[in-house]
């Protein structure tokens, strides 16, 4: 098949945990490299933010990213980016029209209304492929945990649903997300659920690790944002020392643009906040800001981690946790969303509630205590990642959904020529 992969503001070629660069990025990469491994020809296409960027730049074979010139030529936060839209849509049936795509994968809900609104723009004569929709995040539960603090356009409110009720299939990554897809007015029928998955080559249990500064360590890896809760784990770190624990450091990875491991704080509102608290806590020394890092280097550091702390308020998936499983090492998340599914608590990692700083110590305590529970949870974690999550499978099931959907709008483009089926 010919595939269109849209992400408006999420690239492949994008560096990796500023706040609109992160699991989505990695999604839309892996998913297309393993959809060309299968014999596909993918081309993912984006919104040019830098004019010096090529029209199309070769991922690898079988995958190209394009990109496509809406809005200025800059970066611009996700949630300005409605505006754009149409421009976007109006480039992307450009594109398209003189050899329209099998099927369209949009991600994230600005670009599932530029692909409809794109294929709708092909007009009369041309092949209109199905649309496919991922939806990464949803307003409504964003606006539920985040109140006034969410920057989402209003319009999110009603184009988001609208663009779930009009393509040919949402793909969930959750069960979760079913719920709140239904709860949108969905159909159930029109939803498939195909999780994320991990790269398990680049993840492994074996290979170099990072000396750790103090006898335990504790990992939070992530797009620093309030939501994913990193407070909690500095919160709880600060209870592990009052519990007499206190031989214990926490990475925290992920952060502005441009910033580094040697100056990752700069002028990040986040990073200062938490910062602050674990000045106020008495664990500023046991902290490191790690700052943006590179995937390859991400093993070395998920494998020097006694457990990978995950506690967002909410997550749509949450790859870091696969990340973390395939390299054997125990996870702590929070019961929320895709963590639920992905994390088998006592068997693959541990469960505790969001915004428990109490619970979460507890359970960190437990873990950093007994090895033993370590391995086995870093082993079983393992196992699972390999059953269930590895981008192969995943692409596998994404292509049914795509050849279901593809044979579908053929039949009901035979159906209104009404030929015989
Ligand atoms: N990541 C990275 N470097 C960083 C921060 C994050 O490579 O400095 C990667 C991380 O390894 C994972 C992704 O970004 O692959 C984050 O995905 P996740 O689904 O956990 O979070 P999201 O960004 O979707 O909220």
Redesign the pocket.
């Known amino acids: 098949m010919r595939i269109a992969m849209v992400s408006e503001h999420a690239s492949p070629l994008a560096a990796?945990?500023g706040v609109d660069a992160?699991?989505?990025n990695?999604h839309v990469s892996a998913l297309s490299r393993a959809l060309a491994a299968r014999g596909h020809a993918v081309s993912v296409y984006t919104r040019r933010d830098d004019p010096a960027l090529p029209d199309r730049v070769a991922l690898c074979p079988g995958v190209e990213v394009v990109h496509v010139t809406a809005g200025p030529l800059a970066r611009v936060p996700k949630d300005e980016l409605l505006p754009h839209m149409p421009e976007f849509a109006e480039e992307l049936a450009a594109l398209w029209r003189p050899a329209p795509p099998d099927v369209v994968h949009s991600h994230f809900w600005m670009s599932g209304l530029a692909a409809l609104d794109g294929v709708r723009a092909l007009g009369p004569g041309v092949p209109h492929p199905p649309v496919m929709h991922t939806y990464h995040a949803l307003g409504s539960v964003k606006r539920r945990h985040q109140g006034d603090a969410d920057t989402s356009p209003a319009e999110r409110a009603w184009l988001e649903p609208m663009v779930g009720r009009r393509v040919d299939t949402v793909i969930a990554t959750c069960e979760d997300e079913t719920r709140e897809l239904q709860a949108l007015g969905i159909p159930r029928a029109k939803i498939t659920v195909v999780p994320?998955g991990v790269d398990l080559a680049n993840f492994s249990a074996s290979g170099p690790a990072e000396t750790p500064g103090a006898a335990h360590r504790l990992l939070s890896?992530?797009?620093l944002v309030p939501r994913k809760g990193v407070d909690v784990v500095i919160r709880a770190l600060a209870a592990l020392r009052d519990a007499g624990f206190d031989d214990v450091e926490l990475e925290v990875?992920?952060g502005p643009q441009g910033a580094s491991e040697a100056e990752p704080l700069s002028g990040d509102p986040e990073a200062r906040r938490l910062a602050t608290l674990a000045d106020e806590l008495g664990v500023a020394d046991r902290v490191h800001f790690r700052g943006?890092?590179?995937?390859q280097r991400?093993p070395a550091l998920l494998r020097s981690a006694d457990a990978v702390v995950c506690t967002p308020w909410y997550e749509p998936?949450?790859?870091?946790p696969l990340?973390s499983m395939a390299c054997g090492t125990p996870v702590v998340v929070a019961a929320v969303g895709g963590l639920a599914d992905s994390v088998v608590d006592g068997v693959t990692g541990l469960h505790v509630p969001p915004r428990d700083p109490e619970a979460l110590a507890s359970a960190l305590l437990r873990l950093c205590e007994d090895p033993q529970l370590r391995s086995a949870l870093g082993a079983a974690g393992r196992l699972r990642v390999e059953a269930g999550y590895t981008w192969e499978r995943v692409a596998a099931r994404t292509e049914a959904a795509y050849e279901l959907a593809v044979g579908q709008s053929l039949a009901d483009v035979r159906r209104l020529e009404g030929v015989a089926l």
């Open positions: 990796l945990g992160g699991g989505q990695v994320c890896v992530g797009r990875v992920g943006q890092v590179p995937q991400m998936f949450g790859i870091v990340e």
